[in-house]
């Protein structure tokens, strides 16, 4: 850990240290996936070598958790238990089984993508659009996830800040500090580059597996430090993503919520991957000693949403 934590102001002051509004730009809505194009494309399959899949998504559940408070709908149109009776079977031409379901995706459970239409700042969205093109009978007018629709895939490079700390996993309410993950840079053998998509592994959902849900903002949570911004900007990340929903609970800033989405999506116009599974990837990694990977993510092509459940499949 570093000696100090930025201040308050210093997080403040990074709305215009770090923003990237006019870059590509005053129309421009992908924001980091500008850092995505053929090359580097080229570049994640050029990684595989073993043919290796894993899922870095958390499977959905329909159940009410202490993470969970508005868990997602599922029930069945129709099933197959009246298509058969003894032996008698219906003679109904078609004999199908069809489900329903809902969600609110955004929260701490379900493996999803923000698109940069999901946090404002002082009224604005990224690239200075304002807060209002977001609306209850519209949606998401711009910057929706609509966007990403051709997919993203790029190399995807893991930091396992629990290993690199020699712990089961990062505590509630600590922060992944820059210093971590230049740390595993170096004992790992991989630098980030520029249209990487980083992420970071803190141990949360193992801690989840072994003791049990709570509720992030109450009992809080960890994640990158908003300290690590200034490093995602410097590398040109096209997304970051964790175990977690990405901000460290209590974030330690009275006027911040959430200064990974407001500074990372508003100011920077950067992806975030919110609530990954990244325990069989973490393995995965380990057992080759390697920690990059072709990574690939498809969101749902959804009519503006300010994002997608998605399940992130890295290939190895």
């Known amino acids: 850990m570093p000696a100090s934590l930025p201040s308050e102001q ?25 850092f995505l194009n053929q090359e580097k494309v080229k570049q994640a399959v050029g990684l595989v070598q073993d043919g290796t899949t894993v899922s870095c998504a958390r499977t959905v559940t329909f159940e009410a958790e202490a993470d969970i408070p508005r868990p997602p709908l599922h029930y069945m149109l129709e099933s197959g238990e009246g298509w058969a009776s003894g032996d008698k ?30 946090f404002f ?13 977001v609306s209850t009978s519209l949606g ?10 051709n997919g993203i895939v790029t190399r995807g490079v893991l930091v396992d800040a629990p290993m690199i700390r020699g712990t089961d996993w990062i505590e509630r309410g600590d922060g992944v500090m820059p210093e ?14 520029e249209g990487d998509v980083l992420l970071v592994r803190t141990g949360n959902l193992h801690r989840r597996n072994v003791e049990g849900p709570v509720f992030p903002p109450t009992d809080g949570s960890p994640a990158c430090h908003a300290a690590c911004l200034p490093l995602f900007h410097e590398r040109g990340i096209a997304m970051m993503g964790s175990d977690t929903g990405n901000d460290v609970s ?20 950067m992806w975030i ?19 990059e990977f072709m990574l690939s993510i498809g969101p749902l092509r959804l009519h503006n949403t300010t994002g997608s459940p998605v399940n992130p499949i890295a290939i190895f």
């Open 180 to 193: 971590d993950i230049l740390a595993a840079e170096e004992r790992c053998g991989f630098k980030i580059q």
């Open 140 to 149: 998401a007018t711009v910057e929706s996830i609509e966007l990403a629709k």
């Open 273 to 291: 991957l919110d609530n990954a599974n990244l325990e069989e990837l973490a393995q995965a990694c380990s057992e080759r000693n390697r920690w």
């Open 10 to 34: 210093e997080v403040l002051e990074y709305f215009d240290l770090l923003s990237n509004w006019g870059r590509w730009g005053e129309d421009d809505q992908l924001g980091t996936l500008n």
């Open 89 to 118: 079977v219906s003679s109904r031409p078609s004999q199908a089984s069809i489900d329903f379901f809902g969600m609110v995706f955004h929260g701490y459970a379900i493996t999803h993508v923000d698109s940069l239409a999901h």
């Open 121 to 133: 700042w002082e009224g604005k969205m990224y690239n200075g659009r304002p807060a209002h093109l």
């Open 250 to 269: 209590p974030t330690g800033y009275p006027k911040l919520t959430n200064p990974i989405h407001q500074v990372g999506i508003v100011a920077m116009g």
